[in-house]
């Protein structure tokens, strides 16, 4: 159901002038890069279903994925790989894919709506909101947009390294991923700072 007031903080930062919604996606996975995606939303466009990613199905956020492309003034999205995470730490890789993905857009937005409480630091007038996936139309699609690129990309590492079965836990930390991790080792794409109490025993 679409949040009635998910188009208010983006009407209000418009007197700003353009707005661009930026949110991350796989900050907490034990393998693959972090995905960001920034979304310039026409002002009138209204989406239905649009909402935090987490609180959709899987189909439904495939669904919006396709409309938010299409019917989106510009949309970019950026990664950092999971060496970037592992040399500038998963806080600092998050802002590096941020800005990757702001810069990706076609056109440079004069404000910036962002998910959480930390500034990215965009090189643009930024506004942080606290859940604001589920507050910010703008946001929201970000959201949508980096969860389904991320998945998307998880699936191909899934066939490159099929012993892992990213395609089950796109990299989130299950027990079956770490029972995986135990039998076959750290593969190429696994965030080795994340995993630095199995290193010493994990054959690698």
């Given at each position: 159901m679409e949040t009635t007031n998910l188009y208010e903080i983006d009407n209000r930062?418009?007197?700003a002038g353009v707005v661009c919604g930026v949110d991350e996606a796989g900050r907490g996975p034990l393998a693959g890069p972090v995905v960001a995606a920034a979304v310039i939303l026409p002002e009138n466009l209204r989406i239905e279903g649009l909402n935090d990613s987490k609180k959709l199905s899987e189909k439904k956020r495939e669904l919006l994925f396709g409309q938010i492309k299409g019917k989106a003034l510009s949309w970019g999205v950026g990664f950092a790989t999971e060496?970037?995470?592992?040399q500038i730490n998963i806080l600092q890789a998050t802002y590096l894919a941020m800005n990757r993905a702001?810069?990706?857009l076609n056109?440079?937005?004069?404000?910036a709506l962002v998910d959480g409480n930390r500034d990215p630091h965009l090189g643009i007038p930024t506004e942080l909101i606290v859940k604001g996936d589920g507050k910010s139309a703008s946001i929201a699609a970000a959201s949508i947009l980096a969860k389904v690129t991320r998945d998307h990309f998880m699936l191909e590492l899934a066939k490159e390294y099929p012993n892992y079965q990213f395609e089950k836990h796109k990299g989130y930390p299950t027990k079956a991923h770490y029972e995986a991790i135990e039998k076959y080792g750290i593969s190429p794409?696994?965030?080795r700072s994340f995993l630095k109490k199995m290193l010493g025993k994990a054959p690698q």
């Open positions: 930062a418009r007197a060496q970037e995470i592992d702001v810069k990706a056109f440079t937005p004069q404000i794409v696994h965030r």
